[in-house]
């Protein structure tokens, strides 16, 4: 008998993720040095990570042969005093992907449904499955999030209902006092899971701390893989009120978070200049791609986030077409966009490269 006749029914209707291809394998795949290769394909902070957090790093890791803070205190403690929360408040996973897994393992099984947009991020609808549950996926027009037709698609059944603002791919962010009279407009069996991965590209952000304080059934999350550069080292987190992230912390793997992203994270919390430095580059950037695409004929979809989703003749050609030139984006069919390309704001010169290699493609 085969390992897949064995598997749990929802594995096997399991969607796989797809992750930007790395730099190493696309150089070798077509001959090119990794060193003229870019890539803009994850969503990643093109400057990097902030000299800070990687001294932590490199600082932490004489503690190597040590186990981790299991709980990551003194991280919580910084996230505290940053947004004003008690510490019991925060829950810390290897990425902000793991609390959607933990939020799944809670929440979810057979009977069970989790709303989400058609083209949000992908990982709801992953973990959801994973554990049993049944997506419910909302149709988006215009890219954006209907929260009507969201609040609309809220059964007895419903656990947990996503909203990624902004959204990735789309890019697309609903305002503040939107999100706030949704969120209370659910009842009170629904968690509503806000996802808040690139909150640091707006300035204000949307804040949803005020549900919080009400009592309501909400957790925020976020992560150091964007703004703070930390991708590679798995960090992010969830707060909600005390008794959820103490549900969360009863089914998180023991020591799930290294000592190095721990100590890496405190810094870049603390490098406000980085932050700051990284956000402008990113709004010059998404100035740069958004004038270059409508030089190009191709129309984009305005974006709050540090990636823009472009439509392009042919876009699984173009994805081809612009790897063989050493430039990485993601293609997004899988999201049932099969004409656009979502690409990741680099630094000016990366970006210029970027919509040489396009015009080239479409002129070739
Ligand atoms: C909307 C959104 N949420 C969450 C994540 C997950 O980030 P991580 O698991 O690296 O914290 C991503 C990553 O691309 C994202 O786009």
């Known amino acids: 008998m085969s390992y897949t006749a064995l598997l749990q029914?929802?594995?096997q209707r399991l969607p796989i993720y797809q992750p930007g291809r790395p730099i190493e394998l696309v150089a070798q795949e077509f001959g090119l040095q990794p060193e003229a290769v870019i890539k803009l394909a994850s969503n990643e902070n093109p400057l990097g990570a902030?000299?800070?957090?990687?001294?932590?790093?490199r600082n932490s890791l004489k503690e190597a042969w040590l186990y981790p803070e299991n709980s990551a205190h003194f991280l919580c403690g910084d996230l505290s005093e940053r947004l004003g929360l008690p510490e019991e408040c925060f829950t810390i996973g290897a990425g902000s992907n793991e609390i959607f897994y933990l939020l799944a393992s809670l929440f979810m099984g057979p009977e069970t449904e989790a709303v989400m947009g058609e083209q949000a991020f992908v990982s709801y609808l992953i973990?959801?499955?994973r554990a049993g549950g049944t997506p419910v996926r909302v149709p988006m027009p215009d890219y954006k999030h209907d929260l009507d037709a969201m609040r609309a698609a809220v059964t007895e059944r419903t656990r947990l209902v996503y909203l990624p603002n902004p959204n990735n791919p789309t890019g697309t962010i609903l305002p503040e006092a939107e999100v706030l009279a949704f969120a209370r407009s659910l009842p009170d069996?629904?968690?509503f899971v806000y996802d808040e991965a690139y909150a640091e590209y707006q300035d204000p952000a949307p804040d949803l701390r005020p549900l919080i304080h009400e009592g309501r059934k909400v957790i925020c999350t976020r992560t150091f893989s964007k703004i703070y550069g930390l991708a590679g080292l798995r960090i992010g987190y969830g707060y909600s009120d005390p008794e959820l992230a103490a549900q969360l912390n009863s089914v998180r793997p023991p020591f799930n978070t290294s000592t190095l992203a721990q100590q890496a994270a405190r810094a870049a919390l603390a490098d406000t200049e980085w932050v700051a430095k990284s956000r402008a580059t990113n709004a010059a950037g998404l100035q740069q791609l958004g004038a270059g695409f409508a030089k190009l004929g191709l129309e984009a979809v305005p974006s709050a986030a540090n990636f823009i989703l472009v439509q392009v003749p042919?876009?699984?050609?173009?994805y081809d077409a612009l790897q063989r030139q050493g430039v990485i984006v993601r293609p997004v069919a899988g999201y049932g966009l099969p004409q656009h390309l979502r690409v990741s704001v680099g630094t000016e010169p990366q970006n210029a490269r970027l919509l040489q290699s396009l015009d080239a493609f479409l002129n070739r």
Do not use: C, G, K, W
């Open 314 to 318: 042919q876009a699984e050609e173009a």
């Open 50 to 57: 902030s000299p800070r957090a990687l001294d932590a790093a």
């Open 9 to 11: 029914p929802q594995i």
């Open 127 to 129: 973990s959801t499955i």
């Open 189 to 191: 069996h629904v968690i």
